[in-house]
């Protein structure tokens, strides 16, 4: 049972985005921290430095309690607070009164504390700092700095005069006053660079989306302009000709012939272009390819280095290899969690090997890395890697993809050159060779 909860949490976190990943990091260092340190500033100091008497215990006792539901609570609203910070979600006007309720609720029996003479100097400020955490992480989100800082500055006022009628002593009225500067700046400090960093990475997440969008429809502009311009005249000439025929086989002319033999020939100039058109669409240049790779993969953050020693190759050739390149670059990008990624070519006995590793494995059951795609490994049938072995085939290539070793996966494609005379020995052969 233990072992399918593992399993699952593992898939959910790997059907994770990267932002998303560090999104959920940062929540649950959050809850983490919320519970750390009130229960470490509040609970350890009370163990040695409450009074033994029966209304100090008391007292020690509910705010221990108070503090649990404060941690809670701040748990429980962490989530719609970063929300509302992102601009994903609006926050009730009433979320935080709860919350606001059990900070008066702490520092009340933090104050009677120090009045009964329930609990050292240093036990009062501790629970001061404990007691402003939780509500600080949430307000800290929500007000802007200059209103915190002012309510803050208030809230210390207020706490250095109550703690100074029951203590007049100016070093403890100071270090109350400084404890609960402390306790708001750390928990601002905390709230909000934390939330910073998680709304610049969403926006340089939305911005690679809209780059790619655009990117796709800068492309399909290209392509129709293309298109355009090798139809558009051609179609004009076949109109213009096939009227002219029509009005010369209606007076019995014999030049109407002439002008149909033409429209043909015009037509069939057309097919070739459009032809032309559609195979520079589709054809992949293998230099640019593994440039644009190395470019795409560092701009993403993944160490990439390409060892190439192929030389010249035939142009079909280098077509196939340069889409294995694409695809292979954009499973790690979408399937994989990389680090490092390494892309080799070079021809050996007569055939021309491309390899593509990288760490970012998900394992046997996740279904990502290079080349993988939405297959799961090496014999799935994901559309990506069957258009990858089509286009193969069509040089009579092979391609085999799957983990290597502790979370590493290769994919290698080979292609034959030459007439045939050299060996066809099968890429599987070749996986384990290049692993040795």
């Not at 002593?169 to 500067?181: E, H, N, Q, S, W």
């Not at 690679?208 to 502009?221: H, T």
């Not at 892309?343 to 046997?364: I, S």
Request: hydrophobic content about 45%; aromatic content about 4%; glycine content about 12%.
């Amino acid at each position: 049972m233990l072992g399918r909860i593992r399993r699952w949490q593992q898939r959910h976190w790997r059907e994770r985005s990267k932002a998303e990943r560090v999104e959920l990091q940062s929540v649950v260092t959050w809850y983490l921290t919320t519970w750390f340190f009130s229960l470490s500033w509040l609970m350890l100091p009370l163990v040695g430095g409450l009074d033994r008497r029966p209304v100090p215990l008391v007292l020690g006792g509910l705010l221990l309690v108070v503090a649990a539901l404060q941690c809670a609570d701040a748990n429980r609203l962490t989530r719609p607070v970063l929300d509302h910070y992102l601009g994903r979600a609006e926050l009730p006007a009433r979320a935080l009164h709860g919350s606001s309720a059990l900070l008066g609720l702490a520092l009340t029996l933090v104050v009677a504390l120090a009045v009964t003479d329930g609990a050292d100097g240093v036990t009062t400020r501790l629970a001061i700092g404990a007691c402003l955490l939780p509500p600080g992480l949430l307000y800290g989100l929500v007000a802007p700095i200059p209103v915190f800082l002012r309510r803050s500055a208030l809230l210390a006022v207020v706490l250095m005069a109550a703690l100074g009628l029951a203590h007049p002593d100016g070093l403890d009225i100071l270090m109350t006053g400084v404890m609960t500067a402390f306790g708001t700046l750390f928990s601002l400090l905390a709230c909000r660079c934390g939330a910073w960093t998680l709304s610049v990475l969403w926006e340089a997440e939305r911005a690679r989306e809209v780059e790619a969008r655009l990117a796709v429809a800068e492309e399909r502009l290209r392509f129709g302009r293309d298109l355009h311009d090798v139809l558009g005249r051609n179609l004009s000439v076949i109109a213009f000709k096939s009227e002219l025929a029509v009005q010369l086989a209606r007076r019995g002319r014999p030049e109407a012939v002439e002008q149909m033999i033409e429209v043909q020939r015009i037509a069939q100039e057309s097919q070739r272009e459009v032809r032309d058109v559609v195979r520079g669409y589709r054809e992949a240049d293998l230099e640019v390819e593994l440039a644009g790779a190395q470019g795409v993969l560092a701009a993403a953050g993944i160490d990439c280095e390409v060892r190439a020693r192929a030389g010249k190759l035939p142009p079909e050739v280098q077509s196939a290899l340069g889409w294995v390149v694409r695809e292979a670059t954009t499973n790690v990008l979408r399937h994989g969690d990389a680090s490092r990624c390494a892309v080799g070519l070079r021809v050996r006995e007569g055939h021309v090997v491309l390899t593509v590793e990288n760490d970012g494995v998900a394992g046997p059951s996740g279904g990502t890395g290079t080349g993988a795609g939405r297959a799961g490994g090496p014999e799935g049938g994901g559309s990506g890697l069957a258009g990858l072995r089509e286009r193969l085939a069509a040089v009579d290539g092979s391609l085999v993809a799957g983990p290597v070793g502790a979370g590493r996966f290769r994919l290698v494609a080979e292609v034959p050159l030459g007439d045939g005379e050299a060996s066809t020995g099968s890429a599987r052969e070749k996986v384990s060779e290049v692993a040795s």
